[in-house]
Antibody, heavy 112, light 112 residues
């Protein structure tokens, strides 16, 4: 059974940093590209980043480019999202996804 | 960016009625590989999104065959032949052909 379990969310002040993690199981993690997708409260879904299976390519939405970094450690079956210079508009549920499977999400709230 | 336009915004249907959701993209989703990366997902209340259909019309194994997907280039449709109670939630189309990947705004299916 595919499982994606996110962690690392919380309440932070504008301008601060946070690092999300997503531990994967139930599939060969090192063979798949992985995404981060977010959903602001009561809003729709926004794709924010993709990393190839071997980290050779990374793509970002303009809204996070230069502030967020996606990475992975295939030896630990773990996907990361490092978020810097956080803004109030980054407040959202952050989902780790394998394209066809999604985690339960982790909440990030940016507020003073 | 590719704009994904979903209609209607909401649907109120009785159990057993058919449903149809339209998704139109601002540019063709036919990729250089010859594949069209148009997906449908369902987000039930309080849950993370679940997979339904990939590459326009391919159902994931666990998805009931009352669901179907069709379309090409810029116009796509999700149909439910007979709505059941478990089908309520928000349906999203999303494209994985062009970066940044983008989502439709969602169609909320409510039961009468």
């Amino acid at each position: 059974e595919v499982q994606l379990v996110e962690s690392g969310g919380g309440l932070v002040k504008p301008g601060s940093s946070l690092k999300l993690s997503c531990v994967a199981s139930g599939f060969t993690f090192s063979s798949y590209g992985m995404h981060w997708i977010r959903q602001a409260p009561k809003k729709g879904l926004e794709w924010i980043a993709l990393i190839y299976y071997d980290s050779s390519n990374k793509y970002y939405a303009d809204s996070v480019k230069g502030r967020f970094t996606i990475s992975r450690d295939n030896s630990k079956n773990t996907l990361y999202l490092e978020m810097n210079s956080l803004r109030s508009e980054d407040t959202a549920m952050y989902y780790c996804a394998k394209t066809d499977y999604w985690g339960q999400g982790v909440m990030v709230t940016v507020s003073s | 960016d590719v704009v994904m336009t979903q209609t209607p915004v909401s649907l109120s249907l009785a159990i057993g009625q058919p449903a149809s959701i339209s998704c139109k993209s601002s540019q063709s989703l036919l990729g250089t590989s010859g594949k069209t990366f148009l997906n449908w997902i369902l987000q039930r209340p309080g849950q993370s999104p679940k997979r339904l259909i990939y590459q326009v019309s391919k159902l994931y194994s666990e998805v009931p065959d009352r669901f179907s997907g069709s379309g090409s280039e810029t116009e796509f449709t999700l149909k439910i032949s007979r709505v059941e109670a478990e089908d309520l939630g928000v349906y999203y189309c999303w494209q994985g052909t062009h970066f940044p990947y983008t989502f439709g705004a969602g169609t909320k299916l409510e039961l009468k």
